[in-house]
């Protein structure tokens, strides 16, 4: 059916009162004997029918149909148009012509419409396309008997065609949006039952809530159930009811996570939003949607209870590996300083037993440094720390330091250099060294009689960087070619039996591997057994600006005595372990030093009350006071005091607690002398105490 609208119904009552001004027309009018008043009334009368056919023309051209007088036997009697262009023939030759005659396809229609007209009394109407397909353009027929009589031959019918393209267009696209909302509608409550996301509106003004049907869902009730505040409130945790509340109060929206228990005792999580509707600025209307996020809620959950189980081990691990390591270091520092000690005044005969011993000690060290750095690496916690430095002098300095190791199995060291390598590159000199010399040294190990080679060359340079390859070279026994890849795996070796007398932790690969890949890097292999092996790599690097050669990056040459050098330096040392106060003590008397020493914080600080000190060398877990607290103490009471902090506790966390607290000198257990040295006569240098 068309749109019904004010104008359709003025259009029908028009078509009423043109139904009765034909049906007058049409009447047989009698033919009374003339006389003058006769006369005069015929005269009127025909005036009347004049005046009336002129209001039905006028009322049929503001009808803009087209009208048909027909009989009972289907002939056209009259036709009004106010415009014959309406027409597809000219109106005089529809006049006594059959509808079958002229109506050519509607003809069955129109004859239909009539005769149903006829047997009911009743208009009769119907909405029909134009007979022409290709022509998009509606009409509605009307069809009303306006004489009625014993014989159907006799009826006076009038038919009304009226163009209704323009409300057939409006329907048709009213249709289409009904449809479309439905299937909105449809698509809305199966997406709400896939997100679980559902309506609500709550009047202020009447106290309704309004939901739609899956909050019935969410909250287990049948869709009866009428929400009120009353009958939710114990539904909802008091938190999350009490936000709400003083949103509502405050005329805010709000979005939070709250608790819900459905009277079926099912508990529930759901994501609340809320958004005002405000009158004149007074709030008339909340409403808002409700998201089950019940299961997202229980895995977030699991997941954080998960990660807070993985950092709780990993915590424990880093912290079982921090007091392992200081358990470790401090009875090492006693071993490896009274090694030190004896190589200061030994027998020929000792000296072989004195260099056994500290390469033990410095074995132990070893694993130690890598079970540390491994932890680091799998806790993310190795940063590269860059700075300029002369790859040429870091080259010679790897090859001088592991010099002595192979002239002792016989073998030789070499290292070559490109001399189009820039001199001085942005680099980790600690960390490049450190895969370097891992490298060096199992070359080393695993190589019998040739040599060693350290070759570094220049790959590419472009827009200030150099990639540079280096390779370690070595005439060794070789490695499988199966087990290329599971060498840099941890706690992995070459099992053979020809392998087993170099046997380590296993750790060195996988550690150098990856600090390769801090740089963006990862250690290739070439290998053939009986022939040697090829460790390669490239790296790339930001050229420095600087390209003089810097002597502040060269290693010093080794002293050969550091014996009074330190004459006029004042040092406290605070130590609680008798055997390193003693290492330490002859350590620092050998330099020439002037030591007290205290085995307590409390001690110390009594000590530093009494005299006056250039150094403090202390422990960090010292009874009474330790060496955090007694290090602030000396820093704001003794300024003048130059803190070095001497701990077998040297994890990540430590460094960053000192560095907070502006102390930045640390000497890890077990020290070098030489290391100990350094840092001294850094201090006496400033001082002006050299000898």
């Known amino acids: 059916m068309l749109i019904n609208s004010t104008r359709q119904r003025k259009h029908i009552a028009s078509l009423d009162l043109l139904y009765g001004l034909v049906n ?53 009697k009259n036709v009004w148009v106010d415009d014959e262009t309406k027409l597809f023939m000219p109106k005089n030759d529809f006049l006594g012509k059959k509808i079958r005659d002229v109506a050519g396809p509607l003809a069955d229609l129109v004859t239909g419409l009539i005769n149903k007209a006829i047997e009911t009394g009743e208009m009769t109407e119907i909405v029909y396309k134009h007979f022409d397909s290709s022509i998009d353009q509606w009409f509605r027929a ?109 005329k805010h929206g709000y979005d939070i996570e709250i608790r819900v228990q459905t009277s079926r005792g099912a508990k529930k999580w759901v994501r609340a939003i809320g958004e005002p509707v405000l009158r004149r600025g007074e709030l008339v209307t909340m409403r808002g949607a409700l998201m089950d996020i019940t299961l997202n809620k229980e895995n977030e959950i699991k997941i954080i209870e998960a990660k807070n189980a993985a950092e709780g081990a990993s915590k424990a691990k880093s912290d079982f590996l921090s007091i392992m390591s200081h358990e470790i270091r401090t009875p090492l520092n006693g071993i490896i300083g009274i090694a030190n000690l004896l190589k200061l005044n030994h027998t020929v005969d000792q000296n072989e037993y004195v ?81 370097l010399n891992n490298l060096v040294s199992n070359a080393i190990k695993f190589t019998e009689k040739g040599e060693v080679a350290l070759i570094v060359k220049l790959v590419a340079l472009k827009y200030k960087k150099a990639t540079i390859n280096f390779k370690v070279k070595d005439t060794g026994m070789g490695i499988p070619e199966e087990l290329h890849e599971t060498i840099f795996e941890s706690f992995k070796q070459v099992q053979q039996s020809a392998y087993r007398k170099h046997s380590g932790t296993g750790l060195g690969l996988a550690i150098t591997q990856k600090l390769a890949a801090l740089h963006h890097s990862r250690i290739a ?31 010093s040459p080794v002293m050969a005595s550091f014996e009074n050098k330190l004459n006029g330096l004042r040092i406290l040392l605070v130590e609680d372990n008798p055997i390193n106060v003693l290492v330490a003590r002859k350590q620092l ?103």
């Open 525 to 555: 292999l070439h290998s053939e057994p009986g022939v040697g092996t090829e460790f390669y790599f490239d790296i790339t690097f930001d050229i420095a600006e600087n390209q003089k050669k810097l002597s502040s990056l060269s290693i």
């Open 355 to 435: 260099s056994n011993l500290i390469f033990c000690a410095d074995h132990l060290l070893e694993l130690i440094n890598d079970i540390l750095d491994l932890n680091k690496m799998e806790n993310d916690k190795l940063e590269l720390i860059v700075a300029e430095v002369n790859l040429a002098q870091l080259i010679r300095n790897i090859k001088n330091q592991f010099k002595s190791l192979a002239e002792a199995k016989g073998i030789r060291i070499v290292s070559l250099i490109d001399d189009d390598i820039p001199t001085n590159i942005i680099a980790d000199p600690i960390r490049l060294g450190q895969i």
């Open 142 to 250: 009307r069809i009303k008997p306006v004489i009625k009589a014993p014989d159907p031959k006799e009826y006076v019918l009038v038919l009304s065609i009226q163009d209704v393209t323009r409300q057939r267009h409006a329907e048709l696209i009213l249709q289409e949006t009904k449809e479309s909302l439905e299937l909105s509608n449809q698509l809305l409550d199966v997406s709400q039952k896939l997100s679980q996301t559902v309506g609500w509106e709550y009047n202020m003004l009447t106290g309704e809530i309004f939901w739609t049907k899956q909050v019935y869902l969410l909250f287990d009730e049948q869709e009866g159930f009428q929400p009120t505040l009353d009958n939710l409130r114990p539904l909802i945790e008091p938190d999350g009811w009490n936000l709400m509340k003083e949103a509502i109060d405050q």
């Open 24 to 76: 007058f027309l049409s009447m047989d009018m009698p033919n009374p004997p003339l006389n003058n008043q006769v006369a005069n009334q015929e005269t009127n009368s025909a005036q009347n029918l004049i005046e009336l056919t002129a209001h039905l023309q006028s009322l049929i051209a503001s009808l803009d149909d087209i009208v048909f007088e027909i009989d009972g036997t289907h002939s056209f």
């Open 589 to 691: 008397e050998y330099f020439g030093v002037s030591l007290d020493y205290a085995y307590s914080g409390k001690e110390g600080l009594a000590l530093l009350e009494q005299n006056q000190y250039h150094v403090a060398l202390l422990d960090l877990h010292i009874p009474e006071i330790d060496g955090y607290a007694l290090a602030e103490i000396i820093r704001k009471k003794y300024s003048d005091v130059h803190i070095i902090i001497f701990t077998a506790d040297i994890m990540q966390d430590v460094k960053i607690r000192l560095s907070k607290m502006q102390v930045y000198d640390i000497l890890s257990k077990p020290f070098a002398p030489d290391k100990m040295f350094e840092m001294l006569l850094k201090v006496a240098k400033a001082r002006n105490l050299t000898a």
